[in-house]
């Protein structure tokens, strides 16, 4: 008595191993990608945290009147660039010898008044709050933890300055 035989295809032999022998190079490819990288997303804000770092440092050294909470603004946006420069690099390591992905910025005039730098350092530290908080819902969880860490930290900072 004769078996029935199942209705699946049969590959033949050869095509079977051509496939097999053209899988690593598939597998190269696609990772490769299409070298169309955008840059990466904390690019934007690591660069605004030097920015406001040396604008707050400008302001310190200009206006000894609010030079005490200018150079704590300047230091906790300093270690916010740092911050997310390390999470550039971890994501897409540099050589060490390369300058970071993130310039340090011209350097500025402070406003001329403490009135307006008070309103600058306020305005710079919305637009950093604003800025990391519209990005958190599209990153993965470990970097949207960072950022809105830095964006807390931004609102916090715009209490201090009143």
């Given amino acids: ?3 029935p035989r199942a209705s699946l295809p049969v590959l ?8 097999l022998a053209a899988a690593p190079a598939a597998a190269a490819l696609a990772a490769c990608g299409s070298g169309d990288e955008e840059p990466d997303q904390l690019l934007a804000l690591a660069t605004a945290a030097k920015a406001d770092a040396a604008l707050a440092n400008a302001i310190a050294r200009a206006h000894s009147g609010i030079a ?7 230091a906790a946006r ?17 050589d060490p010898d390369e300058p970071p992905s993130v310039p340090d910025p ?24 604003e800025q990391s908080a519209k990005l958190v819902p599209s990153l993965p969880s470990h970097r949207a933890g960072l950022v ?4 807390a930290s931004c609102a916090s900072l715009q209490e201090v300055l009143g």
């Fill in 106 to 129: 011209a350097p500025g005039k402070p406003p001329s008044s403490a009135g307006a730098a008070e309103d600058a350092l306020r305005s710079a530290m919305r637009q950093g709050q």
């Fill in 148 to 151: 809105a860490s830095v964006s």
């Fill in 78 to 94: 300093t270690a916010h660039a740092t911050a997310l420069q390390r999470e550039i690099d971890r994501v897409t390591p540099r």
């Fill in 1 to 3: 008595m004769e078996l």
């Fill in 12 to 19: 033949p032999r050869r095509r079977v191993l051509r496939l």
């Fill in 68 to 74: 005490r909470p200018a150079r704590e603004l300047a």
